[in-house]
């Protein structure tokens, strides 16, 4: 572990959801503010090895860093909220932890002694905490689950032994809590917390701070109270408060005091926040001049939670162009030939999002068609540009049958295909890859470089011909009928350096139609919206009904 780094360990109680990734968020937000240096962890109990398998209507979104990883979702918060740069250690799941310690097991690493959960398992995760440090001011742990869960008990651990090795001033615990308003009896209850607290205690861990998740702002009566049941010092009781906004939530723990109680428990000297750009961002997105409609066409619509940094992406569009993003969810199974117009009729621009699997797939190409014809402006973003590609080369290119080798291996025209050897911009080398693969292990992963054509909407967006973007698929454009599309009017406008991967697709003659390989939504942040999608909103707006 870093010598000079402070340690930060965010807990959860009483039940799921309580909104720990953005708190984690919100605190290193709040510490960037005062000129501190963040990182930010997430030690996730589930056994899966990271969540690049797991279905997105339990997990919700993967999100993909710079160097690769398919991690939790709440690393994009920790992302959108700060500065620090994420890698493949700054998630780590338990399936991912006892991984490393088989594998060390297996080449005799332990030298034949018996491999036990303490210390072994526990030495792991404590490792992998150590691994994000770097000399940063202040390392923010966030710990999934709740208190009380079998599973999250390893970690629990590894935590309490961490303080002893880091020292007791360098290390603190911040426990988020539900505080319920019970609309009965008009009274806000403050046993749920007491008992999670006391779960905390039983395993040898006495928060420092709690996070009192509530309705309203706890009264200083209320606050006295979890202190005196939870042992803990009535200034280090703090709400937080529901909010409208996600972006509002470091405002709420500023005004509460939050941040100078952790500087005073870490023994950390920094200067007042500055906050004044922060409050006007959020003052653009609460009172925006204009507002757009956009349809999202995909498969996960009942579950937004799969589109997480899209949804966040749009908004930071929004507020590029003080415009308020009102989203209409669209199953794209529904769509048909018949309803296509009818249903989209009412959005100001379309856009299809990424996604795996055959469900749902003509859908997508019925409204990147519709968005062709009716010259509404149109987003397709991975999945969603392969579909504008097979929906070009069926109604333009006199290729009917067109597909890609994913929904259709036997299709005449695969103008989207697995490709089967191809050079790892993150290693050097060439790597195989064919259908039977293993599915977390056969797709491009993380930032790619691209190079973008003058006098496009990409090259109008990004004023720049060098960029990088994250990538997570398997199939891609197939080469062997760039000629053919290019002729029925397809633009390519953006390639890998060599120019043997095509990453962005346009049209000419219309508002705005581009489709991108790559998912630009992982790296727009609510300060810098991202060029691809301030552009897109621009153009929607033109077109406001």
Known sequence: MAENSKYIFVTGGVLSSLGKGLASAAIGMLLESRGLSVTIQKLDPYINVDPGTMNPFQHGEVFVTDDGAETDLDLGHYERFTNAKLGKNNNFTTGKI???????????????????????????????????????????????????????????????Q???????????????????????ACEVKTKPTQHSVKELRSIGIQPDILLCRTESYLSQDIKKKIALFCNVDTDAVFTAKDVDCIYDVPLVYNKEGLGDKILKKLNIWARAPRLDDWREMVERLRN????????????????????KSLNEALTHGGIANDAKVELQFVDSTTLTQDNVAEVLSQSDGVLVPGGFGSRGIEGKILAAQYA????????????????????????????????SEEFDPYTPYPVIYLMKEWIDEQTGQVEKRDESS?????????AYPCRLVPETFAMNAYKTEDISERHRHRFEFNNEFKER?????????????????????????????????????????????????????????????
């Open 438 to 446: 293993d599915k977390g292990g056969t797709m491009r992963l993380g």
């Open 98 to 160: 006892y991984h490393q310690v088989i594998s060390k097991e297996r080449r005799g690493e332990y030298l034949g002694g018996t491999v036990q959960v303490i210390p072994h398992i526990t030495d792991e995760i404590k490792q992998a905490v150590s691994l994000v440090s770097n000399g940063t001011d202040v390392v923010i742990v966030e710990i999934g689950g709740t208190i009380g869960d079998i599973e999250s008990l390893p970690f629990l651990e590894a935590i309490r």
């Open 288 to 307: 925006p001049r204009q507002k757009v409609s956009i349809a999202i066409v995909g498969k996960y619509v009942d579950l937004t939670e799969s589109y």
């Open 372 to 403: 062709r014809e009716k010259k509404v402006p149109f987003f397709g973003i991975c999945l969603g540009m392969q579909m504008a590609v097979i929906e070009v080369a069926r109604n333009l290119a006199g290729m009917e049958d067109a597909n």
């Open 162 to 184: 961490f303080k002893a090795d880091a020292g007791s001033s360098n290390v603190i615990y911040i426990h988020l809590t539900l505080v319920p308003y019970i609309k009965t």
């Open 485 to 545: 599309l290019v002729e029925a009017g397809l633009v390519i406008s953006g390639s890998s350096p060599d120019h043997d991967l095509v990453e962005v697709v346009e049209l000419k003659d219309h508002p705005w139609y581009l489709g991108c390989q790559f998912h630009p939504e992982f790296k727009s942040k609510p300060m810098t919206p991202h060029p691809l999608f301030r552009e897109f909103i621009r153009a929607s707006l033109k077109n406001r009904k």
